[in-house]
Nanobody, 122 residues
Framework: QVQLVESGGELVQPGGSLRLSCVVS????????MGWYRQAPGKQRELVSS???????NYADSVKGRFTISSDNAKKTWYLQMNSLKPEDTAVYYC????????????????WGKGTQVTVSS
């Protein structure tokens, strides 16, 4: 079984930094991308950033220049470094594995963590 566990969310002042981590338990044969989503109160869940298995990254316009996604495939871990945090970054952040296969013959599927709370406030 594959499980994703996020960590690193906490209360931080505007302008501060946090690094979120997501660890995958279980086997990873292949995947399309690993990413971070967030959902603020009263808003829809949105894609913050993603990184493909080949290292290509993309970012939501709202976080470009401030957030950096990275991955350590050997450790089955990926990160979201968040700098210059703003109050509007406050949300529950979810890690996601897109198109993950546990073996050559397994089906691709999406996996989600349960979320970690990031609160940016003075």
């Amino acid at each position: 079984q594959v499980q994703l566990v996020e960590s690193g969310g906490e209360l931080v002042q505007p302008g501060g930094s946090l690094r979120l981590s997501c660890v995958v338990s279980g086997n990873i044969f292949s995947f399309n991308a690993m990413g971070w989503y967030r959902q603020a109160p009263g808003k829809q869940r949105e894609l913050v950033s993603s990184i493909t298995s080949s290292g290509r990254t993309n970012y939501a316009d709202s976080v470009k220049g401030r957030f950096t996604i990275s991955s350590d495939n050997a450790k089955k871990t990926w990160y979201l470094q968040m700098n210059s945090l703003k109050p509007e970054d406050t949300a529950v952040y979810y890690c996601n594995a897109d198109g993950l296969r546990t073996s050559l013959f397994s089906d691709k599927r999406d996996y989600w963590g349960k979320g970690t709370q990031v609160t940016v406030s003075s």
